[in-house]
Each structure stands twice: as C-alpha cells, then as structure tokens.
C-alpha cells in the first residue's frame, strides 16, 4: 500500500463546473496536508494546506479533511481552463519532517 | 529575494561521472528539502535541513547521494558515480516553518 494513494486521471470536467479531487494516506498520525498544483514542465505550487478535520477554504478551493477515514479532498469551484494541471496531494507526519507525495492526478478542464 | 533557485537549470553527465546541484532558498526560510521527481510521479523525498542540520535523510538514498547546508543558507546536493537511474528532476524546496513549502524550479538531470 502506497503510504499516499490519488486516483491517477486523467479527471476531465467542463468549464464553471466543480472538480473534485481525493487523496487517501496510509499513516494515522499524519497531521499536516497539503494541495500542491503542478503545470506541466515546471515545479509544484503550494494552493492549500489543512490541519484540523472539516473544510477549508480559500477562493474557489476548497480543502477537505477527514482524520478518522484518512481521506483529503480539494475541491475547485467554477474550474478553469488555467486549472488544467496536475494536483499533488501531500503528507506529514507528525513530530516528522518527511512530506509525502502522491503521484498526483492529472485535472483537465475543457472550455 | 525572489524565491528559490537552483543551478544549474539542466545537467547532462555521463554514468560515472560526480555531479553536484545548488539550491539558494528564500532567504528567512530555516527549513530547506530535496527532492528528487521522475516523469509521471510525485516528489520523492530525499533529504531535511533545519538551518545547518540535517535531520532527516532517505532510506531510499546510496551513499552516493549526500547534501550539505553549510552556514544554514545555500545547500549542495552532491550524486556521486552517477547512474543512468539517477536520471530525474531534483527539485528543491523551502519553508520557515510546517505550512508548506516554496519549491525551486529544478535542475534537470540527464546520465547517459
């Protein structure tokens, strides 16, 4: 078992929908997630981090964390051609400087 | 200071040879990291320095990979008898603190 498992995509939604994106890790005392964006041919981009269960949110994402499912979610309000990228979801544990990366899911959004 | 950055941008060696890669963080960034991305995967995590120290460093690394952060400020990433599996983008990456990190453009590595 990957210790972080996302659905490798391509995941394809039309222009103003809502993309939704998931993220399962294997170690329970992780305590730090992160949402990084990657473009194709250059490096990640932090867009949202979470750390306590429940929903975050900042502009049109929006972070979604579920400790006892070890489930994280990224939600992306009215998507955008320019949201077309790779996503990478991202752990650590706790009291440990190790962040983990999924392989990444790959999010194409048609105009 | 306009964020991370890394040096050289591309690298193409031949198996056997050293390389050696740099990385100057933000600069109010204590916390600096390597990582190593192959095409269709996720960073994988090589190495931690906090400030000077290095805290953490991969299982997954030989002794021929090995990092400094003299001073606490620019890092080294050195591959030593390089392999055609060495071939990768080595990202590195910094943070002030456990909110997330500012990553560097990379340094393409190419081993023929």
């Known amino acids: 078992q990957k210790e972080v498992e996302q659905n490798s995509g391509p995941l394809s939604v039309p222009e103003g929908a809502i993309a939704s994106l998931n993220c399962t890790y294997s170690?329970?005392?992780?305590?730090?997630f992160f949402w990084y964006r990657q473009y194709s041919g250059k490096s990640p981009e932090l867009i949202m981090s979470i750390y306590s269960n429940g929903d975050k949110e900042d502009g049109r994402f929006t972070a979604q964390l579920n400790k006892a499912s070890q489930y994280v979610s990224l939600l992306i309000r009215d998507s955008q051609p320019s949201d077309s990228a790779t996503y990478l979801c991202a752990v650590n544990r706790a009291g440990g400087f190790k962040t983990i990366f999924g392989a990444g899911t790959r999010l194409f959004v048609k105009a | 200071d306009t964020g991370v950055s890394q040096d050289p941008r591309h690298k193409i060696t031949k198996r056997g040879q050293n390389v050696t890669f740099r990385c100057d963080p933000i600069s109010e960034h204590n916390r600096l990291y390597w990582y190593r991305q192959t095409l269709g995967q996720g960073p994988e995590f090589l190495t931690y320095f906090q400030n000077e120290a290095q805290l953490e460093k991969s299982r997954l690394l030989s002794d021929r990979f090995s990092a400094e952060r003299p001073k606490g400020s620019f890092s080294t990433l050195e591959i030593q008898r390089t392999e055609q599996g060495d071939s990768a983008m080595y990202l590195c990456a910094s943070s002030l603190s456990a909110w997330g990190s500012v990553f560097g453009p990379g340094t393409r590595l190419t081993v023929t």
């Open positions: 170690d329970r005392g992780s305590q730090s």
